[in-house]
T-cell receptor, first 114, second 111 residues
């Protein structure tokens, strides 16, 4: 069966440019999460979507980061005016229903800011 | 105090031995506990989850939870070189929507 799909797998861009990262969750999973993992660091929570509820944006590090989820399925994470410290692997996960359920991760997008 | 703490390792065990990975968490109200395996350059892969005190076995893997001690562990029996990876402990703290991850323990299984 199809797992969580993320695109692109790699993205290299110049400082100051905007980037969009895409996540397609496992079919039937209502909860979707974005995390990021910097080199040698643990996973850092960014944002959580559950069904039609308002997203939990408490992990977004600055107002340059935003995310949306259309139709309860595909999500895009947008980073505006990228900075070098944004370089990381951005991981999307989904779970059947929400909090407390096992989360399954996609392969991630490796973002490099020059 | 970190939400989730793990010994970073590296932990080295010979092939066929039992590998024991440990994790402590700070919030007593935490209810869901997960172990992920992460190969170098890859994303985390869920291998076990446990909700209740005691042991949960799945093949060569056993997760153990002790809520009174705020301690969760993962045992890998008959360790194989293919088990060499970083193992991440993750906890769902009461009232939080996300998982809190430890920084991982790097396991090397020596043939």
């Amino acid at each position: 069966g199809a797992g969580v799909s993320q695109s692109p797998s790699n993205k290299v861009t110049e400082k100051g440019k905007d980037v969009e990262l895409r996540c397609d969750p496992i079919s039937g999973h209502t909860a979707l999460y974005w995390y990021r993992q910097s080199l040698g660091q643990g996973l850092e929570f960014l944002i959580y979507f559950q069904g039609n509820s308002a997203p939990d944006k408490s992990g977004l590090p600055s107002d340059r980061f935003s995310a949306e989820r259309t139709g309860g399925s595909v999500s895009t994470l947008t980073i505006q005016r990228t900075q070098q410290e944004d370089s990381a692997v951005y991981l999307c996960a989904s779970s059947f229903r929400g909090v407390g359920q096992p989360q399954h991760f996609g392969d991630g997008t490796r973002l490099s800011i020059l | 105090q970190k939400e989730v703490e793990q010994n970073s390792g590296p932990l080295s065990v010979p092939e066929g031995a039992i590998a024991s990975l440990n994790c402590t968490y700070s919030d007593r109200g935490s209810q869901s506990f997960f172990w992920y395996r992460q190969y170098s350059g890859k994303s985390p892969e869920l291998i076990m989850f446990i909700y209740s005190n005691g042991d949960k076995e799945d093949g060569r893997f056993t997760a153990q939870l002790n809520k009174a001690s705020q301690y969760v562990s993962l045992l890998i029996r008959d360790s194989q070189p293919s088990d060499s990876a970083t193992y991440l402990c993750a906890v769902n703290r009461a009232g939080a929507n996300n998982l809190f991850f430890g920084t991982g323990t790097r396991l090397t299984v020596i043939p």
